[in-house]
């Protein structure tokens, strides 16, 4: 759904797991600790399957390596809300994912990354975190369809080192928007650190969504909410909270969702009964 630049993804994903930044002289040095930090958790893992539940369906994000090593993430849902719920949230994974990319050994900047800052200990994610902010030149000729970052600030917690809060200013045709996921519940998972919390805030994105004319969209919420009054239990619930999602993008221009995960497969290969699709961050 959402298409980020490839600078992006690498240095969004990078922030899986960080050392403490004030042990490191330079925003980059930060970044090159945390790949080594991440290759070594997840060393012994070749692919793993997350089970989420967000806006009341189950959502599957299947994380296995290609052939260069590097982890590739894919997404299902059961049902079409399942499989909307999907595409809706998969993107959020796929900037956790890529965290090895970095080459190592690098001493400068690469210039298509933008430039690097430390600006300090911020309390903004609820507990004092390392902030590490990288800004974004613009571009010359931008794609009015392609939503483009100007501005990445990643929040690492100072006592456990794990990534609490990413932020993103963003421009889409010329239009500015923001995005913000806060990570929780951390856990161990066979060496590996994993949120099973993550809460999302998306503005700014009706137009790259929904096109300039949201008609439609308003049509469908009449729609679900009049089919929403004969439905009961767990697929009234579902229901509602999809309703909920789309009438925030129509009428605020905000998308907010909370994923949870539900259970972990590791090294047990693809997921069985459901059809998986790869994330949009994957064909940079």
């Given amino acids: 759904m959402i298409r980020l630049r490839t600078s992006l993804a690498v ?13 490191a002289r330079t925003p980059l040095q930060i970044l090159h600790a945390v790949s080594a930090r991440a290759k070594a958790r997840s060393a012994g893992v070749q692919n793993y399957t997350l089970t989420l539940k967000t806006m009341g369906q189950s959502v599957v994000s299947y994380v ?15 049902g079409q809300m399942g499989s909307s719920a999907a595409e809706m949230t998969g993107w959020a994974d796929e900037l956790l994912l890529m965290m090895e990319t970095l080459p190592e050994g690098e001493e ?41 970052p100007r501005r990445l600030s990643l929040h690492f917690d100072t006592t456990t080192l794990l990534t609490r809060r990413l ?31 993550r809460h999302l805030e998306i503005r700014g994105i009706r137009a790259e969504v929904l096109g300039p004319d949201s008609a439609t969209a308003t049509q469908t919420i009449a729609q679900g909410r009049a089919v929403l009054a004969g439905l009961s239990g767990e697929e009234r619930e579902s229901m509602r909270q999809m309703l909920e999602v789309m009438e925030g993008l129509v009428k605020r221009d905000e998308m ?17 009964g459901v059809t998986l699709s790869p994330f949009g961050g994957n064909d940079n």
Avoid: C
């Avoid at 969004?12 to 797991?17: C, D, E, F, H, P």
């Avoid at 296995?64 to 059961?78: K, N, Y």
């Avoid at 421009?171 to 099973?196: E, I, T």
């Fill in 167 to 197: 932020e993103i200013e963003t421009v889409s045709g010329g239009a500015p928007g923001s995005m913000v996921m806060q990570f929780g519940d951390w856990r161990p998972v066979k060496g590996m650190q994993l949120p099973y919390r």
């Fill in 256 to 272: 907010i969702l909370d994923e949870i995960v539900t259970s972990v497969a590791v090294n047990q290969g693809p997921p069985a």
């Fill in 11 to 23: 240095a969004a994903a990078l922030a899986i797991a960080a050392p403490a930044a004030a042990q």
């Fill in 64 to 78: 296995s390596r290609d052939e260069s090593g590097a982890f590739r993430a894919q997404s299902g849902g059961v």
């Fill in 108 to 148: 400068e900047m690469p210039e298509s990354m933008g430039t690097l800052t430390y600006d300090g200990v911020s309390g903004t994610s609820g507990a004092p975190s390392h902030v590490v902010t990288m800004s974004f030149a613009p571009e010359d000729a931008p794609d009015a369809g392609r939503m483009v």
